[in-house]
């Protein structure tokens, strides 16, 4: 009996000990230098984004904060370092839509999306556009979607690539309006808007920020935005979701910022905290909507509840389109 009694007294001990440890390692956070990893080539909008928030919580948490650039496999590289880091809270991830868009695509990934990640919370969000040539006869996206019920596999959808965000809403897009259209995929965005200004396609999904330059040069004419709110960019296109088509359509893509799981819960807070103070700061949402994204602030759990919504919805529209895995 009373050898239980000093086992449970024991370990009620170690339990305490461990979470002071935890609250201290808490308090002492951050007391050196930290480093957020993107997957994307030095000076792109990943790059810069993670600068920018950076910059804003190096400022807040009195530490310097290294940006470093791990392009390779869509981001699936810079990820898995992160999720295989040590879990301090030292090296964060900057994680885009490929994060969740990856287990649809791929055979197997060198880590679990959810399972091995702590999610801090979401940054920005970025809208695609559906668009078409000036000269084109599609006027509204109910004459698009009208026309291509009414030959099926006729008309054509470019984008920046199979698996990308754009394919995806162009899939989504075609299933919402009950159409057949022909993916016609591009290596990236310029590329895919340039497909469309030599007419070798009918239609462009791109993210508002590559498009917009031939939008407000009235070279493309937009029929639609992805998000549910429209985007300030383009204040007079109407969301597709407005146009009635297929009411509360909902695509973005998203920029957010995570670590390896396992970082002590109170950190994953604080770090959290100083995220949404960040966004908050007008300049900061000025920098983030000079690339055409919209600051959009979510806490660590509102962001896991999205990476597994989004992950099973994406692999649920790869699926029925039967786009083959990688």
């Not at 054509?156 to 993916?183: D, P, R, S, W, Y």
């Not at 819960?265 to 300049?283: D, W």
Request: net charge positive.
């Amino acid at each position: 009996m009373r050898q239980s009694v000093r086992n449970a007294a024991l370990s009620a001990g170690l339990i305490c000990l461990l979470f002071a440890g935890s609250q201290a390692r808490a308090e002492d956070y951050p007391n050196h230098p930290l480093k957020i990893i993107q997957g994307y080539a030095p000076g792109g909008t990943a790059d810069a984004i993670s600068r920018i928030v950076g910059k804003e919580l190096s400022e807040q948490m009195k530490q310097p904060i290294v940006v470093e650039a791990r392009p390779g496999a869509g981001g699936n590289l810079a990820a898995d370092v992160v999720s295989k880091s040590a879990p301090d809270g030292y090296t964060l991830v900057l994680l885009t839509t490929a994060h969740v868009i990856s287990p649809a695509i791929y055979k197997s990934l060198p880590f679990d999306p959810i399972k091995d990640f702590e999610f801090i919370g979401n940054i920005a969000d970025v809208p695609y556009v559906i668009v078409v040539n000036a000269d084109s006869p599609y006027k509204t996206l109910k004459e698009l979607a009208d026309a291509a019920r009414a030959k099926p596999g006729t008309i054509t959808i470019g984008n920046a690539g199979v698996g990308t965000g754009q394919h995806l809403c162009a899939e989504l897009f075609a299933e919402a309006v009950k159409a057949k259209f022909v993916n016609v995929p591009f290596r990236g965005d310029t590329a895919a808007a340039a497909g469309l200004l030599s007419h070798t396609v009918n239609v462009v999904v791109a993210p508002g920020t590559a498009i917009r330059g031939n939008i407000v040069a009235g070279k493309f004419r937009a029929l639609g935005i992805s998000s549910l709110k429209r985007w300030k960019d383009l204040p007079d296109v109407a969301t597709i979701a407005e146009t009635g088509v297929a009411p509360n359509f909902n695509v973005v893509g998203f920029l957010a910022l995570g670590t390896a799981h396992g970082v002590p819960k109170p950190i994953v807070a604080k770090l959290s905290r100083e995220l949404k103070v960040a966004l908050a700061k007008p300049e900061a949402d000025q920098r983030i909507g000079a690339f055409g994204l919209i600051t959009n602030y979510s806490t660590s759990a509102e962001f896991k509840t999205k990476v597994e919504s989004e992950i099973a919805r994406w692999k649920d529209i790869a699926e029925k389109a039967n786009i083959p895995k990688r």
